[in-house]
């Protein structure tokens, strides 16, 4: 076809970027906009990564190369759903792809989750990674505090509770978050798993990072290093599996330290209740389980109350709907056959509608997925426009949606205004000696990001 083939990408996580960047690289002529809620791009990477991993946000340069791509184009500060419609959306776009990844929090399903001092993990990361729509300052009085989870998401919530402000100084938090970290009291982190080691999703390098800092020690009870059949069959067919239960065994062998902040991962404890006192936390109840060979657990009848003056529950994410796109409540994805999106679980494809990342299979799996994720939708979408099975967007002017949208009221940030804004925080931070400093006011964010005179 001679006709570019236009394309609306709703979230600037790396699953968007990701198939942004397969569709340019195809065989088709295609013109890509990435639509993004935030000011900002660049999804969980930039609101939900921890601010002490720069490794991990090395991926950043990677997603920024393809953002600098002829033929993508960011407009962040529009909602999909509120500010335009899905339907708005076909009028100038051939097809459109749901990446809209999962923030909100998993509930543990236990009574006394309503009271103070449970939070989710994502609230948390939300507020130390200066999420423009999470809380400015945080109840860190607590001396003592539990995190329910035993992945990834929890060794960066039980690191940062564990870590010295002026620790964390060094990288880009916001000044809000330094200050509210700086009054934090909590001397011990009780971390909980429902199984045993060979079940926790751990990596190998975060969970042998964990303790790096001098003011940590992580302790973890030789009671709690036990394997059933299924488990070390688990051990021998991965080795990232067989590494993290080998840094657990050394972390359960060594000698205690005196490091003032200490992290305790406990094993086989099933979360049952959350205890209170004048509607606020004051203890975790859990009930000691064990392995029955095949890698699950049952309960044994035996309960612990754990005082703690905070919970934070990270046992995952949960994606949320998009106004005007099917949504199965029950899974918490859109309905998918693998790309193309349902009209209900068991329903028809409908056309031009695709989805890919968190929202599409569910919050699990690494960058790989994601991007094996994005082949198999960006396959299907390019392969229904060849075939002629794609209604074309009757405006075919890209600056027609831009015009609609500031017709609205809507100051539509861009590609080029992030590179202002980066720029702001680089220069805030280099003032005092950082890498950067986040902007975390919304409004503030859309100053720099936004339309600017002359543009």
């Given at each position: 076809m001679s006709t570019p083939l236009r394309v609306a990408v709703v979230g600037s996580g790396p699953a968007g970027i990701y198939a942004s960047d397969l569709l340019l690289k195809s065989d088709v002529d295609v013109e890509v906009d990435?639509?993004?809620?935030?000011?900002?791009?660049?999804?969980?990477?930039?609101?939900?990564?921890?601010?002490?991993?720069?490794?991990?946000?090395?991926?950043?340069?990677?997603?920024?190369?393809?953002?600098?791509?002829?033929?993508?184009?960011?407009?962040?500060?529009?909602?999909?759903?509120?500010?335009?419609?899905?339907?708005?959306?076909?009028?100038?776009?051939?097809?459109i792809i749901f990446a809209t990844g999962a923030t909100a929090d998993r509930a543990l399903?236990?009574?006394?989750?309503?009271?103070?001092?449970?939070?989710?993990?994502?609230?948390?990361?939300?507020?130390?990674?200066?999420?423009?729509?999470?809380?400015?300052?945080?109840?860190?009085?607590?001396?003592?505090?539990?995190?329910?989870?035993?992945?990834?998401?929890?060794?960066?919530?039980?690191?940062?509770?564990?870590?010295?402000?002026d620790e964390l100084l060094v990288t880009e938090i916001p000044n809000n978050v330094y200050e509210a970290l700086k009054k934090n009291r909590a001397k011990e982190v009780h971390v909980f798993g429902r199984r045993g080691p060979a079940q926790a999703k751990y990596t190998p390098k975060e969970l042998k990072e964990l303790d790096e800092s001098p003011t940590i020690e992580v302790v973890v009870d030789p009671e709690d290093i036990d394997y059933?059949?299924?488990?070390?069959?688990?051990?021998?067919?991965?080795?990232?599996?067989?590494?993290?239960?080998?840094?657990?065994?050394?972390?359960?062998?060594?000698?205690?330290?005196?490091?003032?902040?200490?992290?305790?991962?406990?094993?086989?404890?099933?979360?049952?209740?959350?205890?209170?006192?004048?509607?606020?936390?004051?203890?975790?109840?859990?009930?000691?389980t064990e392995l029955?060979?095949?890698?699950?657990?049952?309960?044994?009848?035996?309960?612990?109350?754990?005082?703690?003056?905070?919970v934070y529950r990270a046992v995952g994410y949960r994606p949320q709907d998009v106004d005007g796109v099917p949504f199965d409540s029950k899974r918490s994805?859109?309905?998918?056959?693998?790309?193309?999106?349902?009209a209900d679980v068991d329903g028809a494809k409908l056309p031009g509608l695709y989805t890919t990342g968190w929202i599409k299979r569910g919050p699990v799996g690494l960058i790989g997925n994601t991007k094996s994720d994005a082949k198999d939708t960006t396959t299907m979408l390019l392969a229904d426009w060849k075939a002629g099975e794609l209604d074309e967007a009757a405006q075919r002017d890209p600056e027609a949606i831009v015009k609609l949208l500031e017709d609205r009221g809507i100051s539509v940030t861009t590609w080029e205004g992030w590179g202002r804004l980066d720029a702001a925080e680089r220069?805030?931070?280099?003032e005092v000696g950082r890498e950067r400093i986040k902007i975390v006011e919304w409004d503030e964010m859309v100053k720099h990001a936004g339309p600017q005179a002359g543009e």
């Open positions: 990435i639509l993004e809620k935030m000011p900002t791009p660049f999804g969980l990477i930039r609101y939900g990564v921890a601010p002490d991993h720069p490794r991990i946000k090395g991926i950043v340069r990677s997603l920024h190369n393809v953002m600098n791509k002829d033929g993508i184009r960011f407009l962040g500060n529009i909602e999909v759903g509120r500010d335009i419609t899905v339907e708005e959306l076909r009028d100038y776009y051939d097809a399903g236990v009574p006394g989750e309503d009271l103070k001092g449970n939070y989710g993990a994502g609230e948390f990361v939300g507020f130390y990674d200066g999420n423009p729509n999470f809380e400015r300052d945080w109840d860190l009085s607590a001396e003592s505090v539990a995190v329910v989870g035993v992945g990834n998401v929890s060794l960066d919530v039980s690191r940062i509770l564990a870590k010295t402000a059933d059949e299924a488990s070390e069959s688990a051990r021998r067919e991965a080795k990232s599996t067989d590494l993290v239960c080998q840094t657990l065994e050394s972390y359960a062998m060594r000698e205690p330290q005196d490091a003032p902040h200490k992290i305790f991962i406990h094993f086989f404890q099933q979360p049952v209740e959350i205890l209170g006192e004048d509607d606020h936390v004051t203890a975790i109840k859990t009930e000691r029955d060979g095949t890698g699950n657990v049952t309960g044994t009848g035996e309960y612990t109350e754990w005082p703690v003056g905070a994805v859109i309905p998918n056959d693998g790309g193309h999106v349902l220069a805030a931070g280099e």
